[in-house]
């Protein structure tokens, strides 16, 4: 019988990084991670952006204290290199053709394969692990817990602008990323063993170079013993964010139960 301490949760979150007066979106996120002395603020694909992650945490009230710390920490880092800290699924005005791609080799590849898919990549989410005990396998779980997808996602959405209009939707964010392929919600497979075949044949036919460019909005992660929930914009509110990481959690477990 799974008890409540094995469900453990983490959650990433993306900031835009904007300018302290314009409120333009800026690609300053060497000079904002350099400035950090924590180690905790990461960079992502475009330099406009940078990530944290929460340490594993046992319950609700972790995830806020993390949050909340993590935050705090990079608006700090933010604003010492004139900058702000903005946790929403898009820019409501910026465009993408003045920002800067991260360095490094990764973000090149992608750049190269998917050009103006990854070029205009402006889009900032929020990701929710969940541990599943050993022993259970975490593709059933999958299957039932992409059904709740849809109230992750209208509990978090904060992007209804972008480029200066109001698009009609609550998550423009979400309708940019699922431009990419192997994205959305995943397919009904039977098993972790359909689903490694799966990834096998991607690899071998060359349409992923690694299991992480699955990019389904909930899947095995694979790295991680856990559920990785990737539907959700970022939200503006930290009590937000808490409540769609402590449901991402609840629904794990009561699949799981």
């Known amino acids: ?24 979106l800026k690609s300053r996120a060497r000079s904002v991670i350099a400035w950090d002395w924590t180690g905790d603020i990461k960079p992502e694909m475009q330099e406009n952006t940078v990530e944290v ?15 909340a710390r993590l935050r705090f920490q990079a608006a700090v880092a933010a604003e010492a290199q004139g900058s702000r800290v903005v946790a929403a699924g898009t820019h409501p005005f910026s465009g993408w053709e003045d920002q800067e791609f991260s360095p490094g080799e990764v973000y090149s590849r992608l750049r190269r ?11 900032f989410g929020m990701h929710v692990h969940v541990s599943v005990p050993e ?21 978090t959405a904060s992007s209804p ?12 964010r979400s309708i940019l990323w699922r431009r990419w392929p192997r ?31 699955v990019y389904w909005e909930i899947r095995p992660h694979h790295v991680y013993p856990t559920l990785e929930f990737r539907v959700a914009d970022v939200t503006p509110r930290l ?17 799981v139960e």
């Open 135 to 155: 022993g259970t396998d975490r593709v059933r779980v999958m299957n039932a817990a992409r059904l709740f997808l849809p109230h992750l996602l209208a509990l």
């Open 1 to 24: 019988m799974a008890e409540s301490g094995d469900f453990t949760v983490g959650v990433e979150e993306e900031y835009q990084l904007v300018d302290a007066e314009s409120g333009e």
């Open 161 to 172: 602008l972008y480029l200066g209009e109001d698009t009609g939707y609550a998550s423009y």
């Open 239 to 255: 009590d937000d964010a808490v409540a769609a990481a402590a449901l991402a959690r609840a629904v794990t477990a009561g699949v």
């Open 183 to 213: 994205s959305g919600a995943p397919p009904r497979l039977e098993d972790t063993a359909e689903f490694q075949r799966l990834v096998g044949l991607l690899t071998e036919t060359g349409c992923i170079d690694a299991p992480g460019r």
């Open 53 to 67: 992650e929460t340490r594993v945490c046992p319950d609700a009230a972790c995830v806020r204290e993390e949050l």
């Open 113 to 123: 394969e998917y050009r103006r898919l990854a070029e205009t990549q402006n889009i």
